[in-house]
Each structure stands twice: as structure tokens, then as C-alpha cells.
């Protein structure tokens, strides 16, 4: 607990690639720290991703991912999946609303019940500060940071919280982070249906010939439409309406994933 020190201790896991040495010395380098969202998400994965897709970072950075508190290789907080209640969401019964309320509500109960005594330091101003020690540790005069998804709200309330330490800021896929968690998640499923209607499905009609699934954005909506009412008939195995909706929701997050999707 940053506001109380005598609350205990936590472990950080912190994963950095540095600049490479020139003529066997590593020169002074800016700290570049990347979160990929979530938020929940351990940033030490996109450590090695950032270095090898991005190599020219590495001519003037570090490059370093601290696992957020309660993630990844730092001190965890596991609890059990959240499992899904009935095998479709579209337009769910009242019945179907009500199982989906009580199931979000035991989860939670059984979390906090469970991890009670360190949930209450999961907090966004305790885990920026936590950048902010790993930043002093190392030795970085100023933190640059690149954050994506939940990752843009740790970097706009670094800059709020840090601002004397705050180098460039860079931010993908913007969090409504001037809010609240919950308005800005209420945001989500309006976004992510307009990126499968004006993103994917036009580009997916723009792949007919690769695909066979539509040369008109009404073509392929109806030919998923299709493909989603075979699910639930039960005619792909181990797959139900409510996982088909999921994997297309997942898939939607990078345009990398529209040919596996697709």
C-alpha cells in the first residue's frame, strides 16, 4: 500500500530486453515500459514481441514490462473462471438474465472471500506507483511508456500521478481513462460491434475469392448468420453459439486475426 508502507509486501516480475552494447559498451538508453491491457494482462509477453516486430526501438530503448500486481509472474490473484451459464447471450430470456446476474455475483463473493486480503491494494494509483519504483530501480531519469487498451489507462494516470517523470507517452486503443472502469467497459460492446460491421465484414467481402463467404457486406453477415445458427444446432462439435460469438469477439481485437477468423 503506497499510502501505508508498513502494509506488507508484494513481488514484482519485470521483464526487460536492453539496448544492445556497441563495441562492448551498453550506452545510456530511455526506458520504454509497455502494458498490453486488459487490464489484468502481464506486460512481460510483449516485451519480447515489442523487440523482435520492432527492432529500431531498440537503437534508443530498453525495453521493459512490469507484470501489473495480481498478474502474470508477479504476486498473483487467482480465483476460479467464470463459467459460462447457457450455451447462447443473444437476446436472453429474463430466465437466462437472471442465471447470468446470480453466476456474476457468486463469482465475485467467492473472490473476494478468497483474496480479500489483497484485493483492496489492487488499486490503479498503487500499481502506476509500482511502475514508478521499477522506473527508480533501474535508473531511468524519465519513463517513456506505450500502452494499449486497459494499457492507456495506466499510461494517461502515470502522467497524471508522475508528471515530472513522464517522457513520451504513447497510447493505442484508448480507454475512456478521465471515468470509471465500469463506463468505460460500457463503452466496449457499442465499439466492438461497429469494428465487426464497418471493419471485418467489408473486408471479408473484399476476400471473396479467398473465402467463398460474400462479395457484399450483407453477404458475409448472412453467411456468418448461417454458420452461427449450424452452431447451435450443434452441428461443430464442442462449439456453442455463446463460444462462436466469443471467438469472433477476441478476433476483433487486431487486424492480424481477420484471416484466421475469417
Given at each position: 500500500d503506497w499510502s501505508d508502507l508498513t502494509k506488507g509486501s508484494i513481488t514484482l516480475n519485470i521483464t526487460r530486453v536492453n539496448r544492445p552494447a556497441v563495441k562492448g559498451k551498453r550506452p545510456a538508453a530511455r526506458g520504454l515500459f509497455v502494458n498490453p491491457g486488459g487490464p489484468g494482462g502481464a506486460a512481460?509477453?510483449?516485451?519480447?514481441?515489442?523487440?523482435?516486430?520492432?527492432?529500431?526501438?531498440?537503437?534508443?530503448?530498453?525495453?521493459?514490462?512490469?507484470?501489473?500486481?495480481?498478474?502474470?509472474?508477479?504476486?498473483?490473484?487467482?480465483?476460479?473462471?467464470?463459467?459460462?451459464?447457457?450455451?447462447?447471450?443473444?437476446?436472453p430470456s429474463a430466465k437466462v438474465r437472471a442465471a447470468l446476474q446470480a453466476s456474476y455475483k457468486t463469482w465475485v463473493r467467492t473472490c473476494v472471500a478468497k483474496q480479500g486480503k489483497i484485493l483492496p491494494y489492487i488499486t490503479t494509483a498503487n500499481t502506476v506507483h509500482d511502475q514508478d519504483l521499477v522506473r527508480r530501480i533501474i535508473g531511468y531519469p524519465k519513463l517513456d511508456w506505450m500502452g494499449v487498451s486497459g494499457g492507456s489507462?495506466?499510461?494517461?494516470?502515470?502522467?497524471?500521478?508522475?508528471?515530472?517523470?513522464?517522457?513520451?507517452?504513447?497510447?493505442?486503443?484508448?480507454?475512456?481513462?478521465?471515468?470509471?472502469?465500469?463506463?468505460?467497459?460500457?463503452?466496449?460492446?457499442?465499439?466492438?460491434?461497429r469494428r465487426y460491421d464497418q471493419q471485418f465484414l467489408p473486408w471479408l467481402a473484399r476476400q471473396h475469392k479467398t473465402y467463398g463467404l460474400g462479395s457484399t457486406t450483407k453477404a458475409t453477415r448472412a453467411s456468418v448468420e448461417r454458420l452461427r445458427a449450424?452452431?447451435?444446432?450443434?452441428?461443430?462439435?464442442?462449439?456453442?453459439?455463446?463460444?462462436?460469438?466469443?471467438?469472433?469477439?477476441?478476433?476483433?481485437?487486431?487486424?492480424?486475426?481477420?484471416?484466421?477468423?475469417?
Open positions: 512481460g509477453v510483449m516485451v519480447p514481441a515489442l523487440a523482435v516486430t520492432k527492432p529500431a526501438l531498440r537503437t534508443t530503448h530498453d525495453i521493459v514490462g512490469v507484470d501489473p500486481r495480481g498478474t502474470g509472474l508477479s504476486t498473483p490473484l487467482p480465483c476460479d473462471p467464470l463459467m459460462p451459464v447457457a450455451p447462447d447471450y443473444r437476446n489507462w495506466m499510461g494517461a494516470w502515470y502522467a497524471q500521478l508522475h508528471p515530472k517523470q513522464a517522457g513520451r507517452i504513447v497510447l493505442d486503443s484508448n480507454t475512456q481513462f478521465t471515468t470509471d472502469w465500469r463506463t468505460s467497459f460500457a463503452d466496449m460492446p457499442m465499439g466492438v460491434q449450424q452452431v447451435g444446432k450443434g452441428r461443430v462439435t464442442g462449439m456453442t453459439p455463446f463460444a462462436f460469438d466469443l471467438s469472433i469477439f477476441q478476433a476483433l481485437y487486431q487486424d492480424e486475426a481477420f484471416p484466421v477468423l475469417a
